[in-house]
């Protein structure tokens, strides 16, 4: 894992991490327990970014930019040193509100197949690299876990080791995870710490 100060993936993944503890302290959710990790992953970059008003990185960073070949969006580009880099985000979460395991969860992770009304992290991927923005681009997930997580197989490293691995077997690049920046202190009884995970797509 590469992770140095001057690369605006880590840059980013460092500053949603820092920002993500402040945004939990007063998320009040209608339906479920308060705290961040609840909400959906519209919800909470949107929070996120409203909590970086004022950091070197906000002014730099535009959300819901439109792919040139259609009705499709990227979430986040950022612009940095005089060139544009498209970023896809994911909310890597794989237990409800109430602990219960999401079945779903995997499949929007890691599933390599396509469909028109979802997409997975793996297939944003492939989007965002046979996209106009070229070859080059980023990939950013927000995960979550309890504490005492009994599955050594649902950790930020492994996550990020699989992301890596997945998607070198499915297609024909790949990407490099870039930072893990952790986060703990939740209020939430579930999502009670994790990490932001960045991964740079290569050729």
């Known amino acids: 894992m590469t992770n140095t100060e001057a690369d605006p993936l880590v840059q980013i993944a460092n500053a949603f991490a ?12 209608d339906r479920w327990k308060p705290g961040i990790g609840p909400f959906e992953e519209e919800n909470q970059i949107e929070m996120i970014l409203d909590a970086l008003e004022g950091h070197q990185l906000r002014g730099s960073i535009e959300t819901e930019v439109s792919y040139l070949e259609g009705s499709r969006r990227c979430d986040l580009v950022l ?11 994911k909310l890597l979460r794989f237990r409800y509100d109430n602990g219960n395991i999401d079945p779903n ?3 929007r992770i890691f599933t390599p197949f396509p469909e028109r009304s979802s997409s ?35 950790t ?14 499915w297609y024909d690049f790949q990407v490099e995870t870039r930072n893990i920046a952790y986060f703990d202190g939740l209020q939430h009884p579930i999502h009670q710490q994790g990490a932001v995970i960045t991964w740079e797509i290569v050729d």
């Open 18 to 29: 820092s920002a993500i503890p402040r945004v939990d302290a007063n998320a009040e959710h």
């Open 120 to 154: 997975s992290l793996l297939t944003d991927t492939k989007k965002l690299y046979e996209s106009e923005f070229g070859p080059s681009g980023g990939v950013l997930g927000l995960y979550y876990e309890k504490i005492d997580e009994e599955y050594e197989q649902m």
């Open 79 to 89: 612009e940095t040193e005089g060139y544009r880099l498209p970023i896809e985000a």
């Open 156 to 169: 930020a490293e492994a996550v990020a080791e699989k992301f890596c691995m997945d998607v070198d077997h």
């Open 105 to 107: 969860s995997f499949a």
